[in-house]
């Protein structure tokens, strides 16, 4: 989404770095506890443009980008999962 969106916006995107962090308890999936949900806790995104855009237009494309990645939208909203024997 990065790309696609700078490419829209006219931003030349020179490199890109994304760094992905998250909390996590394990006990669940790892079947030692059943207390607590199984999934992260919370999930940081920091994301690295090198770019001579400057930050009132980097703003702009980070809330587009946001917006519009499909990831970001299953994570953020409910999304029907079915898990399925094929």
Known sequence: MCHVVAKEMGIELNALEIDIQANLNPNNFMGKSDKERSGFKEITVFIKPETSADEILLS???????????VSDNIMNITPVKIELA
Do not use: G, H, I, Q
Not at 60 to 70: A, D, G, S
């Open 60 to 70: 702009k494309w980070l809330k587009t980008v946001e917006n519009r990645c499909p």
